[in-house]
């Protein structure tokens, strides 16, 4: 299968710093990625939408000024959690659909990265 | 608007035991649904899903899950319950769309018990 990997696994960071996460597809490109929180013991809830080449949309509760995504390229979406603060702390998880926009396709996620602020 | 419920946050089996984990949706046409898991820091594996081909789909570790219409139902369950089994697990339904969202249950913890 599709392989999307998340980098980096885990970072700790102090209050009021920015971290940066990237996602990448593998081994296809995907214009479509998504992004999601989950918080222990938790499901994962939807971030935002990440969209190649465009602005990403950001789900009703979502700070977009906050959480920067950057889609770049077909193979490379970029979370970063500015002026991060401890209740930021989560598990942030990374999804690729690979296939065309007209036909169904599978999302695949990647393994996820663990952020703990300080 | 799409959701998902699972009954039942947690459920405890025997080594050997059936395994039955519920998941109903809520849709204004039928979904595609999916079962995925999901073991302690670690990302999300797909066990199988339903795209309104056959109604009983078979997937991975021996699992199986039945899409019921009439009962907005897509349950999952296997056989024999395995020690590695134990894992959290999520039911989750998309439009069929191309790239609709995602909409996870609120997820199932599941024990097993040699």
């Known amino acids: 299968g599709a392989v999307v990997s998340q980098h980096p696994s885990w970072v700790i960071c102090k209050s009021g710093t920015s971290v940066k996460i990237e996602c990448r597809s593998l081994?296809?490109?995907?214009?479509?990625m998504f992004w999601y929180r989950q918080f222990p013991k938790q499901s994962l809830m939807l971030m935002a939408t990440s969209n190649e080449g465009s602005k990403a949309t950001y789900e009703q509760g979502v700070e977009k000024d906050k959480f920067l995504i950057n889609h770049a390229s077909l193979t490379l979406s970029t979370l970063t959690v500015t002026s991060a603060h401890p209740e930021d702390s989560s598990f942030y998880i990374c999804?690729?659909?690979?296939?065309?926009?007209?036909?169904?396709?599978?999302?695949?996620f990647g393994p996820g990265t663990r952020l703990t602020v300080l | 608007a799409q959701s998902v419920t699972q009954l039942g946050s947690h459920v405890s089996v025997s080594e050997g035991a059936l395994v039955l984990l519920r998941c109903n949706y809520s849709s204004s046409v039928p979904p595609y649904l999916f079962w995925y898991v999901q073991y302690p820091n670690q990302g999300l594996q797909l066990l199988l899903k339903?795209?309104?081909?056959?109604?009983l789909v078979k997937g991975i570790n021996g699992f199986e899950a039945e899409f019921k219409k009439s009962e907005t139902s897509f349950h999952l369950t296997k056989p024999s319950a395995h020690m590695s089994d134990a894992a959290e697990y999520f039911c989750?339904?998309?439009?069929?769309?191309?790239?609709?969202?995602?909409?996870f249950g609120p997820g199932t913890s599941l024990s097993v018990i040699p």
């Open positions: 999804s690729a659909y690979r296939g065309e926009r007209t036909s169904y396709n599978e999302q695949f």
């Open positions: 339903y795209t309104s081909a056959a109604t």
């Open positions: 081994d296809f490109q995907a214009t479509t």
């Open positions: 989750a339904v998309r439009g069929k769309t191309s790239y609709d969202k995602v909409i």
